[in-house]
């Protein structure tokens, strides 16, 4: 079973250049996020969706957009890549409910030089 | 204001021996639910174990205990019988009960090392 898989795992940008980081999950959860790891630090939220067509922004939206077309996929996308947004960015999902860990991808570790 | 502080930004413990990781949280809301993860070398993100506001024991799973003191606002986890295995980040998060995107929200992370 495939859970929530990310593609690229590995990718190097220019300054400037635009990219979307993949995501898709099989489990059909209703919510989707991502993340942004700094060396070192921990998970800050960028953007989530409860559910196809709906998305909000997180703690850290700038420079990131994102859609949610059907319920397995939610891409990420970078206009304009800026070298602070050099980072591992993980896609993660989950069904609803207090209790209900999330489920997270392998992570994209992505360089901007 | 921090909602998850995680005051141990690296630790030593010996093989076989057992730790105590700390967590802290911040919620005015009485229904919530804490969750620890690891995150090994190789970068993924592992759930270990939960903790609702109104569970009446501390959750244990396997080698994984949470010391739950609701009163003090602590959620610590404590890892019993240490392995090489066990040599990774550790991360604290919490959600709330009122959160309607369902979302968690981090500490900074506790690093481990075991040590043979």
């Known amino acids: 079973n495939a859970g929530v898989t990310q593609t690229p795992k590995f990718r190097i940008l220019k300054i400037g250049q635009s990219m979307t980081l993949q995501c898709t999950q099989d489990?059909?959860?209703?919510?989707m996020y991502w993340y942004r790891q700094d060396p070192g630090m921990g998970l800050k939220l960028i953007y989530y969706?409860?559910?196809?067509?709906?998305?909000d922004k997180g703690e850290v939206p700038n420079g990131y957009n994102v859609s949610r077309s059907t319920t397995e996929d939610f891409p990420l996308r970078l206009e304009l890549a800026a070298p602070s947004q050099t980072s591992v960015y993980f896609c993660?999902?989950?069904?609803?409910?207090?209790?209900?860990?999330?489920?997270f991808g392998d992570g994209t570790r992505l360089s901007i030089l | 204001a921090q909602k998850i502080t995680q005051t141990q930004p690296g630790m030593f413990v010996q093989e076989k021996e057992a730790v105590t990781l700390d967590c802290t949280y911040d919620?005015?809301?009485?229904?919530?639910?804490l969750f620890w993860y690891k995150q090994p070398s190789s970068g993924e993100m592992i759930f270990l174990i939960y903790?609702?506001?109104?569970?009446?024991q501390n959750a244990t799973e396997g080698r994984y205990s949470l010391n739950f003191q609701k009163a003090r606002k602590s959620a610590n986890l404590v890892i019993s019988a240490s392995q090489l295995g066990d040599s990774a980040m550790y991360f604290c998060?919490?959600?709330?009960?009122?959160?309607?995107?369902?979302?968690?929200?981090f500490g900074g992370g506790t690093r481990l090392m075991v040590k043979p």
């Open positions: 969706s409860v559910g196809a067509g709906i998305t």
């Open positions: 903790q609702g506001s109104y569970d009446q």
């Open positions: 489990m059909n959860h209703n919510y």
């Open positions: 993660a999902s989950s069904p609803r409910g207090l209790n209900q860990p999330q489920h």
């Open positions: 919620t005015s809301d009485p229904s919530y639910g």
């Open positions: 998060a919490m959600r709330e009960g009122n959160n309607a995107g369902n979302m968690l929200t």
